[in-house]
């Protein structure tokens, strides 16, 4: 479980600072993407990354940790994981067919 949450906090350092496109042209002004990603997937990302098993031991959070909560937080983990997988057939796409790429 570490492991997972300690890869989605770096795939969200990561896209902080990832260009973005926009109108069909590469933006790599930082206070831009930040903006785009705190719009968009952040907060979603952000949630998935909890550790949810850790956070639900703790005793004020006590009533969050129902089983809705959790399944939340793995779908959440799951949504994001579609949307890492989604960049991973794009990548090979972008690739071109004279260039071997091994994506996992």
């Known amino acids: 479980d570490w492991f997972c949450t300690v890869f989605f ?16 042209v590469l933006v790599r002004v930082q206070r831009t993407i930040a903006m785009r990603y705190l719009r968009g997937w952040f907060w979603i990302d952000l949630i998935a990354a909890l550790p949810w098993d850790s956070v639900s031991s703790l005793s004020f959070l006590e009533f969050m940790s129902s089983l809705k909560i959790l399944r939340l ?26 260039v071997s790429v091994m994506v996992h």
């Not at 906090?9 to 069909?24: A, K, Q, R, S, W």
């Not at 793995?74 to 960049?87: E, G, K, M, P, Q």
């Open 9 to 24: 906090l770096i795939d969200i350092v990561l896209t902080f600072n990832t260009g973005i496109y926009e109108d069909g």
């Open 73 to 98: 937080a793995r779908i959440l983990r799951l949504l994001r994981l579609s949307r890492v997988s989604a960049l991973r057939d794009k990548l090979a796409e972008g690739v071109g067919p004279g």
